[in-house]
């Protein structure tokens, strides 16, 4: 923790030192291209503002997912305003002879800070709030659904049991009187020309035999499936 507070304070007095030198050849360059007094003064404050302006901007536009061109373009120009200024009065311009195109763009400054300024306050915040609170209901979701399933699965379970145990009774399977209801239940009905043809073999069968002929034997005769035999012993 004291290393951390160290290396904050650092950059806290690297801060400072980087603001009071630009402030300071921002405003020697001010004078020099004829605005004195407080207006002098009043150029570091425009450009250092809409360069914090900016940042925090572009900042906020990039936590929300957003483009920042905008906030980016204008703190490059405060950028460029505040170096520029560094390396004018690095004695690499004279400032008692300062050239005209210097003098232009220093008064016509203030009108494009105040540009900048109005279209970064003006611009449309990005909502940030459903994103975080979209989070939260997703990680509730996933921590309810295992449970959801854990609690489900036994009951789907235990149903198949449960009707598998009622359906073997042995009484309707011995009583003759309930077949006919089974089988009427679970017929399909026949094309007619599979019924002339079942009734004929099981009629050449009777004829051969004496005996009335097995549906199933008749199923197979026919090509049918094993569960097609109810439907066939009921068209007999």
Avoid at 88 to 110: F, H, I, Q, S
Wanted: aromatic content about 4%; charged content about 20%.
């Amino acid at each position: 923790m004291r290393a951390h507070s160290v290396r904050v304070d650092a950059v806290i007095v690297q801060a400072v030192i980087a603001g009071a030198l630009s402030f300071s050849h921002l405003h020697d360059l001010a004078a020099a291209a004829g605005q004195g007094g407080w207006k002098a003064w009043a150029y570091p404050v425009s450009v250092d503002l809409l360069l914090v302006a900016a940042w925090r901007r572009m900042r906020q536009q990039q936590r929300a997912g957003g483009a920042a061109g905008g906030p980016r373009l204008w703190f490059l120009v405060a950028l460029a305003a505040s170096l520029g200024a560094n390396v004018a009065t690095a004695g690499l311009l004279d400032l008692d002879d300062v050239p005209a195109w210097l003098r232009v763009t220093v008064a016509g400054w203030p009108a494009v800070a105040f540009f900048g300024g109005t279209l970064l306050a003006h611009a449309p915040h990005a909502p940030e709030t459903p994103r975080v609170s979209a989070s939260p209901a997703t990680d509730a979701d996933r921590t309810r659904r295992p449970a959801a399933v854990v609690i489900d699965r036994p009951d789907c379970d235990e149903q198949p049991a449960s009707s598998n145990d009622h359906e073997p009774d042995p009484e309707s399977t011995t009583d003759p009187a309930a077949t006919p209801a089974l089988v009427t239940a679970s017929t399909v009905s026949l094309p007619p020309a599979l019924v002339d043809r079942a009734r004929a073999l099981a009629e050449e069968h009777r004829t051969a035999t004496g005996h009335p002929a097995d549906p199933d034997a008749v199923r197979v005769r026919l090509g049918l499936p094993p569960s097609m035999t109810p439907s066939v012993a009921a068209h007999l």
